[in-house]
């Protein structure tokens, strides 16, 4: 019996095809039960749905990653880099930010993979910790602890996921842009409509090199060769 799985031109094996399949089924289970039991009115699907793919492919990756033949220096630099590499992704994400606010600490209830959020404004820290970046995050920064500890050459293939919150970095681009075509509303919508895909989209690129790291071990220089 074959151990691998084919979802549409690629062959996933089958353990992990089954965890992916296990996963999406409590997640949609528990999105389905959260929209019965409230009186959320879904306007846009894929807003729901891109937060249960953050966390399906982030668990996965991790699930199939684990550092090999790392030293315990190795793996001493790359967990410190991968603390460092967490906490400004959670930073430029706006999740962890210097900006007191005073409300205290809140759990609010939203839908699967957006919540339950945890919101904390004190004095000079406030936090906006939403499932979906936690995890995904979480992920990019243990696959980067990965690629370290047994490639430090590919290290750099972890900055690609520095830009996975393309909300924060879009408002950016519009204002230079907006400055070459003479307005800045109607790049600054499209800006906005388009986020969350955008984010999703360099995250799970960031995701696949970080899991595959081709530039580290030839696989890309074959590809390129058939």
């Not at 949609?28 to 846009?44: K, R």
């Not at 684990?66 to 994400?93: N, Q």
């Amino acid at each position: 019996m074959s151990t691998r799985v084919r979802v549409g031109p690629v062959a996933v094996p089958r353990g992990a095809a089954l965890l992916a399949g296990a996963l999406l089924a409590v997640e949609l289970a528990l999105l389905g039960a959260y929209l019965a039991l409230t009186d959320w009115s879904v306007l846009a699907p894929r807003y729901l749905l891109y937060p249960l793919l953050w966390v399906t492919v982030g668990v996965l990756a991790v699930a199939r990653t684990a550092p090999v033949g790392a030293s315990r220096r190795s793996r001493l630099l790359a967990a410190g880099l991968a603390a460092g590499y967490l906490l400004a992704l959670l930073w430029v994400d706006g999740s962890v930010s210097l900006q007191g606010a005073g409300t205290g600490l809140r759990l609010v209830w939203l839908p699967p993979g957006w919540g339950p959020a945890l919101l904390y404004g004190g004095e000079s820290v406030s936090l906006a910790l939403f499932p979906y970046r936690v995890v995904g995050y979480a992920a990019l920064a243990y696959l980067l602890y990965a690629t370290v500890a047994t490639a430090t050459r590919a290290a750099l293939g972890g900055l690609v996921g520095l830009v996975s919150c393309v909300s924060c970095t879009l408002p950016v681009v519009a204002a230079l842009v907006s400055s070459l075509v003479g307005g800045s509303a109607a790049v600054t919508a499209a800006a906005t409509a388009w986020s969350y895909d955008l984010s999703t989209g360099v995250f799970l690129l960031a995701v696949a090199l970080l899991y595959w790291r081709p530039l580290a071990t030839g696989r890309l220089a074959r590809l390129v060769r058939r």
